[in-house]
């Protein structure tokens, strides 16, 4: 089973990937090995910090390696795969079940404020940013298939839903 979790920054995907791997359950996080930021005119990879402006992130696309992650998925059996790519449309048909993560404004920007492992969302632009997708891509994503997954609930509780569709494949 190969299953592939989405949602806006601060939902909680990366502490579902800890939580699964402390488990011992195949997870990657994209952020991790398979993302990039590439320049949409250039095509150029380039490299974000804090603070970037609007115009910047106009003009850059958050992308996952495509190849990379089929290869990937090609050599393992279950693993669950979490990110938020602008090209995930792109990659979503390698996945046997689509999860979305999703949860309140005022819930996933204080988780972002509060986090100390990534900077990602701290700003006003990439702040802007994620409430404009919040209106409209969690629905989005259930019209593609996904399943809606409550991220306000406790970890556990998210993560044992997660468990269940792993063991029973239906």
């Known amino acids: 089973m190969k299953i592939y979790i989405t949602g806006l920054s601060g939902t909680g995907k990366t502490s579902i990937v800890e939580s699964l791997l402390k488990k011992g359950i195949q997870a ?25 402006d609007d115009e910047w992130h106009e003009e850059h696309v958050w992308l996952c390696d495509i190849e990379r992650l089929k290869k990937i998925l090609g050599n393992v059996g279950d693993v669950v795969v979490v ?19 999703h949860c309140r404004p005022e819930i996933f920007l204080a988780r972002i404020a509060a986090r100390t492992t990534n900077d ?51």
Request: aromatic content about 8%.
């Open 28 to 52: 990657i996080d994209i952020d991790d090995d398979l993302g990039h930021w590439e320049n949409k005119h250039t095509n150029e990879h380039t490299e974000w910090h804090p603070g970037r």
């Open 83 to 101: 990110g938020l790519t602008d090209n995930q449309n792109d990659y979503l048909e390698l996945f046997d079940k689509i999860f979305v993560l």
């Open 120 to 170: 990602f969302g701290k700003h006003p632009p990439e702040q802007r940013m994620l409430l404009g997708w919040h209106r409209t891509f969690e629905t989005e994503m259930i019209q593609k298939g996904a399943l809606p997954l409550d991220a306000e609930r406790p970890l556990e509780e998210v993560v044992a839903d997660i468990l269940s569709h792993l063991n029973n494949p239906r």
